[in-house]
């Protein structure tokens, strides 16, 4: 779903000169006038701009804060945070009057480098329908967005669209899942919807000791419903709430902290594929096997068995990923990258292996005869994989090579693939899939003089200490769309209830 843009309120350049720093997107001014008043301007301190704005909004000197960041949101090609916070000044009309149209510009500029308060913050206001035109759907995409980057209040929110099947479809077992991961942020609302949940039996067995643990801790964090709910399930035994001494807000919580007992260790295996070298020319590629490797030193690192095939043919391909698979059990962590082109056809998402015949006048179903459809390999996963995990990371989305051949039916005509998650066995949770893209539907994965900056910043992402799959891939998606200025920025979509680190803290 793509994000709408902003109301009709922009006039081309007489907005503009109304707005100097604050220029909406899209078609309606060009997005050049943006770099040429930075020239102009003279904006060369934007990182320390940033770092007073945020100096002074912290003592409530919101006019000066203002200033400041307008010129560090121009200076330093579009800093996400600042970005944010600015939407946010305008959104409340803190040192400025309320004005809901450019708090959603500078709100969907964060939100395109990764930002998830911004994501959180367009879900809310389409919500509610403040500013923007009351919308289930796109509150829903946009709490997705962050939710998957691991922000615990558009956890919480999403959580709740599922239980009312708002803008997406019902799904208690998914809610849980949601609350679940909230909670170990310390987030009290999350705590207590979890709580609900168990006194229920909705989306998980009902468990009297699990609701009155749960909220026990949201009481603890001050939510009052909760304590009144202790109150109703156990008026006599009851322990007295504890009272915590408020947060630090200069610390950050833990991400992702669950309170479940501790997991055995599971085995980790690796799958890298790289296709580079096509037996039609025109389709070949310089960085694939160099990626591949890049990523191969990282996974060792992490502890994963890793196999790496180059070149594979259709043949090949999938012999390899299916013996690959069938090696998956209850006691593993799967990771499986694919380097290459991908394409969408008909709305589903095929890998090109070495061997693929390009010509004239291909149609769909004989580019489909010729290509991998990796959902379906998930899809037939078999009863021994439940409760593993299974990490796809598709680095495909290149440029199409159907695009400029003529040829017919090969879904919208965009470049590269379709964004979507992978779903394996039954779809039913039991087998949890992490499916990661290098870019976003509609935008073309770059390639480095060595390496690609995706493979780069995966890399290196990796190995850092303590990082939890979904913090470690959001990370990955800010420093991408900052090496290529926004013209890629990864995605990814979550199907999992348990925590996942690379390389666990020293």
Same mark, same amino acid.
């Given at each position: 779903m793509q994000s709408q843009g902003l109301p009709g309120r922009w006039n081309g350049p007489a907005a503009a000169l109304a707005h100097p720093y604050a220029l909406p997107t899209g078609d309606v001014v060009n997005r050049g006038v943006v770099l040429g008043l930075s020239v102009l301007l003279g904006l060369g301190a934007a990182l320390a701009g940033k770092q007073e704005g945020m100096e002074f909004y912290n003592k409530g000197q919101y006019e000066q804060a203002l200033a400041e960041l307008k010129d560090s949101v121009l200076g330093n090609d579009g800093d996400p945070e600042a970005q944010t916070l600015l939407g946010m000044m305008y959104l409340k009309g803190q040192g400025t009057e309320k004005d809901t149209v450019l708090a959603t510009y500078w709100f969907q500029e964060a939100a395109r480098q990764g930002n998830a308060t911004a994501e959180r913050t367009l879900g809310e206001m389409y919500l509610a329908g403040n500013g923007l035109p009351q919308d289930d759907y796109q509150a829903a995409y946009w709490t997705q967005q962050a939710a998957d980057l691991g922000d615990a209040p558009a956890q919480v929110t999403l959580g709740k669209l599922r239980l009312d099947g708002r803008g997406v479809e019902r799904d208690a077992h998914e809610a849980f899942r949601l609350f679940s991961l909230a909670a170990g942020h310390d987030d009290a609302d999350a705590q207590y919807q979890l709580a609900q949940l168990y006194e229920r039996g909705e989306g998980t067995a009902a468990d009297r000791e699990q609701a009155l643990r749960w909220y026990r801790?949201?009481?603890?964090?001050? #939510?009052?419903?909760?304590?009144?709910?202790? %109150?109703?399930?156990?008026?006599?035994?009851?322990?007295?709430?504890?009272?915590?001494?408020?947060?630090?807000?200069?610390?950050?919580?833990?991400?992702?902290?669950?309170?479940?007992?501790?997991?055995?260790? /599971?085995?980790? !295996?690796?799958?890298?594929?790289?296709?580079?070298?096509?037996?039609?020319?025109?389709?070949?590629?310089?960085?694939?096997?160099?990626?591949?490797?890049?990523?191969?030193?990282?996974?060792?690192?992490?502890?994963?068995?890793?196999?790496?095939?180059?070149?594979?043919?259709?043949?090949?391909?999938?012999?390899?990923?299916?013996?690959?698979?069938?090696?998956?059990?209850?006691?593993?962590?799967?990771?499986?990258?694919?380097? =290459?082109?991908?394409?969408? !056809?008909?709305?589903?998402?095929?890998?090109?292996?070495?061997?693929?015949?390009?010509?004239? =006048? #291909?149609?769909?179903?004989?580019?489909?005869? %010729?290509?991998?459809?990796?959902?379906?390999?998930?899809?037939?996963?078999?009863?021994?994989?439940?409760?593993?995990?299974? !990490?796809?990371?598709?680095?495909?989305?290149?440029?199409?090579?159907? /695009?400029?051949?003529?040829? /017919?039916?090969?879904?919208?005509?965009?470049?590269?693939?379709?964004?979507?998650?992978?779903?394996?066995?039954?779809?039913? =949770?039991?087998?949890?899939?992490?499916?990661?893209?290098?870019?976003?539907?509609?935008?073309?994965?770059?390639?480095?003089?060595?390496?690609?900056?995706?493979?780069?910043?995966?890399?290196?992402?990796?190995?850092?200490?303590?990082?939890?799959?979904?913090?470690?891939?959001?990370?990955?998606?800010?420093?991408?769309?900052?090496?290529?200025?926004n013209q890629q920025i990864p995605t990814s979509y979550a199907n999992i209830s348990s925590e996942f680190i690379f390389v666990p803290s020293k």
């Open positions: 801790a949201a009481s603890a964090g001050g #939510l009052k419903a909760a304590a009144e709910a202790l %109150q109703r399930l156990s008026p006599a035994t009851a322990p007295a709430p504890v009272v915590l001494q408020p947060r630090n807000p200069s610390v950050p919580a833990s991400p992702l902290v669950t309170s479940a007992a501790p997991t055995v260790k /599971k085995k980790r !295996i690796a799958l890298l594929i790289a296709d580079q070298n096509y037996q039609d020319a025109s389709l070949d590629l310089s960085g694939p096997i160099n990626d591949a490797r890049l990523i191969q030193a990282s996974l060792v690192k992490a502890g994963f068995t890793v196999t790496v095939k180059t070149n594979l043919t259709l043949v090949q391909m999938n012999r390899d990923i299916s013996s690959f698979l069938a090696g998956v059990d209850g006691n593993t962590v799967s990771l499986l990258y694919y380097s =290459g082109h991908g394409v969408e !056809i008909g709305g589903a998402n095929y890998l090109i292996p070495a061997d693929f015949q390009m010509r004239r =006048g #291909l149609t769909a179903t004989e580019a489909v005869a %010729q290509s991998v459809d990796i959902a379906a390999f998930y899809a037939r996963m078999p009863a021994q994989a439940e409760g593993s995990l299974n !990490i796809t990371i598709l680095d495909a989305c290149r440029d199409n090579p159907f /695009k400029s051949r003529g040829l /017919k039916g090969l879904g919208d005509g965009r470049d590269g693939l379709k964004t979507i998650g992978l779903t394996g066995g039954n779809g039913d =949770g039991t087998v949890e899939t992490f499916t990661a893209y290098a870019a976003a539907s509609g935008q073309v994965a770059q390639d480095g003089v060595q390496n690609g900056p995706y493979a780069t910043a995966l890399a290196q992402q990796m190995t850092v200490p303590g990082q939890v799959l979904e913090v470690m891939f959001r990370n990955v998606r800010q420093e991408v769309a900052r090496r290529t200025a």
